[in-house]
């Protein structure tokens, strides 16, 4: 693939068209949110404008069409990341409620005080909180895994905690929202379940970067969002293996989610509809199919290939910038299309602030992993992080961005 402005893929995305501070839009916050191609925009268009109805409780035309057209969603998705059945799939609002779900409906039905959650010290606050808040409930023990300089988990530290007993989960993230990590989730589901444990997965960050099978995985849960995977914000996933999702409490209760409603007492519709009460966000999931025929159509492995070369070509870049500290891997080929980074004496806001002036839209703060931050003695960082549709003159915009920031703050 060329890697300039002649990318094919710019032209699929109206809003990279655009300028910002009379500067081209230089778009490298892909890890907060992709951007939408014409694909997704007109799904969810052609939805509002030609189908719109509500799901499953309709005979009537329109409703029957928007029922296959989500139901067919679920089956996308099932396939592309390699889930047995589409019952398996379960539509929520994104990561964050999906790993909620995991929490309240599974882990809080099964876990008894003393039991032993193994977390990830570097991940997001969307996987560490929850089982927080359900520890202080159920008197858990939380463990964590540290990391090496690289970022690398402590697999040695996994085991030893697993070979102390009592562990009933293991929750990590699939890659580091910061440190671009691409953790073994196959070896760390191997070692889990040979004690019994089970393992949640939070790959917000993988589905659209790396190829995911979650058979192949043995994972039992995975949770992601639909707008990190260039569909609509507001839809996202939990797959869970059917043997737990039929020991999993719905959440949400209303419609769409029952059998039977009672005076005294309900019963719980099949898997899906169980755990999607209420109307469900039935055009973004539309859309979010729309994303995943997108993705399919270039091919995980051109999109692998892609971000690697930008790694190659912008981290030596950064190395070269006097004073700048990457966090993570300074092994380009160890990390997945972001890099996260702070400057000696120079906020990261700071940082992000003199780059939005020339265009260059970046993240700035502790991205959700304060813990990881703290451990590492810096108070923030600033984040790069792209998809198919940047390009080498991306990657330049940012270092002359840097360069100009260090020259007005440093």
Request: proline share 3%; glycine share 8%.
């Amino acid at each position: 693939m060329e890697q300039n402005q002649n990318n094919p893929y710019i032209k699929d995305f109206p809003i990279l068209f655009r300028t910002v501070n009379s500067n081209r839009l230089t778009y490298l916050d892909n890890a907060a949110t992709t951007q939408k191609p014409t694909a997704v925009i007109a799904a969810l268009t052609d939805f509002y404008t030609q189908h719109n109805a509500n799901v499953h409780r309709g005979i009537h035309t329109l409703s029957e069409e928007a029922t296959d057209m989500y139901e067919s969603a679920r089956e996308k998705i099932a396939q592309f990341i390699g889930a047995p059945t589409s019952s398996e799939i379960i539509f929520t609002s994104g990561s964050t409620e999906s790993l909620n779900l995991v929490v309240a409906g599974w882990a809080a039905n099964n876990l008894v005080s003393n039991d032993v959650v193994v977390l990830n010290s570097t991940d997001h606050h969307s996987n560490l909180v929850a089982w927080q808040m359900l520890a202080k409930t159920l008197d858990l023990k939380l463990k964590y895994l540290s990391v090496d300089a690289n970022g690398e988990l402590d697999l040695v530290q996994l085991k030893t905690y697993l070979n102390e007993g009592n562990v009933k989960v293991v929750s990590t993230s699939h890659i580091s929202n910061v440190l671009g990590t691409v953790n073994n989730i196959k070896e760390i589901c191997k070692l889990a379940h040979a004690v019994g444990a089970k393992v949640v997965v939070d790959g917000a960050q993988a589905v659209s970067h790396i190829p995911v099978n979650v058979q192949s995985l043995d994972c039992d849960f995975y949770a992601f969002s639909g707008h990190k995977m260039f569909g609509p914000m507001g839809i996202g996933v939990l797959f869970g293996k059917r043997s737990l999702l039929e020991n999993t409490n719905p959440i949400k209760f209303g419609g769409g989610m029952i059998s039977t409603v009672g005076l005294e007492s309900s019963t719980w519709a099949t898997i899906p509809e169980r755990f999607e009460g209420g109307t469900p966000s039935v055009a973004d999931a539309i859309g979010l199919g729309a994303a995943v025929d997108y993705i399919n159509n270039i091919g995980l492995e051109k999109i692998v290939a892609h971000e690697s070369s930008l790694n190659a070509y912008l981290i030596p870049k950064l190395n070269s910038i006097k004073g700048l500290h990457i966090l993570g891997s300074a092994d380009f080929t160890k990390r997945a299309g972001l890099v996260s980074f702070y400057v000696d004496g120079i906020h990261s806001h700071d940082v992000a602030s003199v780059l939005s002036t020339v265009g260059v839209a970046v993240r700035s703060g502790h991205h959700c992993a304060m813990p990881l931050h703290k451990g590492m003695s810096i108070a923030s960082s600033t984040r790069a992080s792209y998809h198919i549709y940047n390009t080498y003159a991306d990657m330049d915009a940012l270092v002359n961005g840097i360069n100009t920031a260090i020259k007005i703050l440093g």
